[in-house]
């Protein structure tokens, strides 16, 4: 099945001479061949706003259309996720067109999804994160590891031989001892 017409854009009305496919002169910009679906793409067009003309497979022209093509900015997501986040993935989103969708994945298998990208309660392991804008423009960050720790917390000994013993978060630890004012000895 061969191409399904022809389609040219312009900045604004001009002359659309049929017999004249590429339109050379009338200030045309692109000429593209549909594909076997009537569907044809352009490329490297500027923000503005367009007339689409099209020719159907005998030459005959259709209704000129009025397109009108808005830039966004690229999607950018980044992992906002802190050190001490455990069992958490806090991932941002900023460009593109909004609403969000996050999606959070382990091992290829969907575990949550959400508007917010804030993931709480998480195992740990390895994850990734596909955020898909309102366009359809998708980013995804690989390699999301996440811990999972009892929170820190420091124990009284039980002699004064053991010293002070520190449990939960994540080791080594580094102990320094202050005065009561808050100085550091």
């Known amino acids: 099945m061969g191409p399904a017409g022809r389609f040219i854009y312009t900045p604004q009305p001009g002359t659309f001479v ?3 496919p590429q339109n050379a ?9 549909g594909d076997a679906n009537g569907k044809a793409t352009f490329t490297n067009v500027s923000t503005g706003s367009y007339v689409v003309y099209s020719l159907n497979n005998s030459g005959c022209p259709g209704q000129p259309l009025t397109v009108n093509i808005v830039a966004y900015p690229e999607l950018v997501v980044t992992n906002n996720t802190t050190l001490c986040d455990y069992g958490i993935l806090n991932i941002g989103a900023t460009g593109g067109s ?5 999606k959070l994945f ?10 917010n990208g804030y993931f709480s309660g998480l195992n740990t392991g390895t994850y990734s994160v596909t955020v898909t804008d309102a366009l359809g423009c998708t980013k995804t960050l690989n390699n999301l590891v996440v811990t999972v720790a009892i929170p820190l917390d420091i124990v009284e000994p039980y002699s004064c ?13 580094i102990y320094e001892l202050y005065t009561p004012d808050l100085t550091l000895r």
């Open 161 to 173: 031989a053991d010293g002070i013993v520190a449990i939960g978060g994540v080791a080594p630890y």
């Open 106 to 115: 382990k091992n290829g298998i969907l575990v949550a999804q959400n508007n």
């Open 25 to 33: 002169g009338n200030g045309w910009l692109q000429t593209q061949n």
């Open 18 to 20: 049929p017999s004249d």
């Open 98 to 102: 909004t609403p969000y969708l996050f």
